[in-house]
């Protein structure tokens, strides 16, 4: 199993542009979640999916949109990238069985920088 | 709403110190706890976790944590630590039906 895997690893945006992060997972999970990480403020969630067709907002949505069409895939659009949205960029996922309270695996994650 | 403190942003130690990291959380209620670590450019992974029963709780590489429900701490414990336990370590909440809450994050250097 390959687990979590994200692409790009790197990417720089001008601001205005737009870009589809993607994540996918290997290991049948229901739940996915995507998360930004900025320097001494953890993870802050972005947008999270119980199963596919379901998405919902976590604590920083602003900006972005996800989608979930299949089990497998859950990619993070930024419509218009801005300055403050820079950041290291991580996708996770857990399986049903715990909910939001079971083990989260996380991908490698994605560095963006919009400049 | 949930909410996650971790007390020390740095924590720098010598090879065979001793660690403590400090992580209490605010929620009245049943709550599940876990501990993550992102080593130097790699992704989080499971330290270790609470959901019920022995609130000493044992994870990889020698790691514990206590969960103490009166002072709603789950501190994170290590007898000796090696270089290679360098990384950050993130403690994380969840209760109910709702998200994981994260913690700032302690980053832990660890001298040779």
């Known amino acids: 199993n390959a687990g979590v895997t994200q692409t790009p690893k790197f990417r720089i945006l001008k601001i205005g542009q737009s870009m589809t992060l993607q994540c996918t997972q290997d290991m049948n999970h229901n739940y996915m979640y995507w998360y930004r990480q900025d320097p001494g403020m953890g993870l802050k969630l972005i947008y999270y999916s119980v199963g596919a067709g379901i998405t919902d907002k976590g604590e920083v949505p602003n900006g972005y949109n996800v989608s979930r069409s299949t089990t497998e895939d859950f990619p993070l659009r930024l419509e218009l990238a801005a300055p403050s949205q820079t950041s290291v960029y991580f996708c996770?996922?857990?399986?049903?069985?715990?909910?939001?309270?079971?083990?989260?695996?996380f991908g490698p994650g994605t560095r963006l920088t919009v400049l | 709403a949930q909410s996650v403190s971790q007390h020390n942003h740095h924590v720098i130690l010598s090879e065979a110190a001793s660690l403590e990291l400090g992580c209490n959380y605010s929620y009245g209620g049943t709550v599940n706890l876990f501990w993550y670590v992102q080593y130097p450019g790699q992704h989080l992974q499971l330290l270790l976790k609470y959901f019920s029963g022995d609130p000493l709780v044992k994870g990889i590489k020698g790691f514990e944590a206590e969960f103490i429900k009166s002072k709603f701490s789950f501190n994170l414990r290590k007898p000796s630590v090696q270089w290679s336990d360098t990384a950050e370590y993130f403690c994380a909440v969840n209760a109910g039906y709702s998200t994981l809450t994260f913690g700032k994050g302690t980053m832990l250097l660890v001298s040779p």
């Open positions: 996770a996922s857990s399986s049903l069985a715990g909910g939001h309270g079971d083990t989260q695996y």
